[in-house]
């Protein structure tokens, strides 16, 4: 699923259950030896997850340690993104050289629980979000902006080392033109905006999906050096 909302140069892969032939790499299982057991399984298939994509991008696969905020820590020369969610989990890796940052998110596709979307929505957000029920009413919008901030996140901490509030970012969703299953959405920044290689980076672009039982969105910051072939 993920693969059709990311785009070429990055790899994925995902699992819909827990593959028996799932292992850990030397540094990983203690990093949750506190975790109950459906936390282990998650995070033991989304490293699983993980080194398929580093396969596709030629790489050997290697262990997926975490950073200082729980973010994962990748092989030089990579960036990339894990998620999970019950009954999904994936990875999305691409080469540095071709794209900046990514990020992922999937979250089931049931209305947040009640309260929550006063927390992590800006009031605008939630105007817009009344206008998307009002034309589709069958898509939990709201669940698709918390994927959205989600994902923004990150893509964001691994660019800046820095934190990123729910408040920080104004999101706009915006529905498919052509399927309603897909679409985009834009995510400008709120707070001082950092440079990149000379560039103020204000805004993200990003792409969601949406099935019966799922909701995923997707980050890909290019560094416009890829080849298109």
């Known amino acids: 699923m993920i693969e059709k909302i990311l785009p070429d140069g990055v790899a994925s892969a995902e699992a ?32 699983h997850c993980a080194r398929q994509a580093l396969r596709q991008l030629g790489l050997p696969p290697a262990p997926v340690l975490r950073g200082e905020r729980g973010e994962p820590r990748w092989p030089a020369g990579v960036v ?31 209305p947040l629980p009640a309260g929550v979307l006063q927390i992590i929505a800006l009031e605008r957000e939630q105007a817009g979000l009344s206008e998307l029920a009002t034309a589709d009413d069958a898509t939990c919008w709201d669940r698709i902006l918390f ?3 989600e994902t923004l996140y990150k893509a964001w901490f691994p660019l800046t080392r820095c934190w990123l509030g729910f408040e920080d970012a104004a999101v706009t969703i915006n529905p498919g033109t052509t399927d309603p299953a897909h679409g985009s959405f834009s995510a400008h920044l ?34 416009g050096n890829r080849r298109r072939t």
């Open 16 to 47: 819909f259950c827990d593959p028996p032939d799932a292992v850990l790499y030397p540094g990983e299982a203690e990093l949750i030896t506190r975790a109950v057991d459906k936390r282990r399984r998650e995070f033991r298939t989304a490293r």
């Open 80 to 110: 990339g993104s894990l998620t999970h969610c019950a009954g999904y989990r994936a990875a999305a890796v691409a080469h540095s050289c071709d794209f900046r940052a990514l990020g992922i998110d999937a979250e089931p596709h049931q």
């Open 147 to 149: 994927c959205a901030k």
């Open 190 to 223: 709120l707070v001082g905006t950092p440079t990149i290689t000379g560039e103020a980076l204000t805004h993200f672009e990003g792409r969601w999906l949406r099935s019966d039982e799922l909701v995923i969105t997707t980050i890909a910051l290019s560094t």
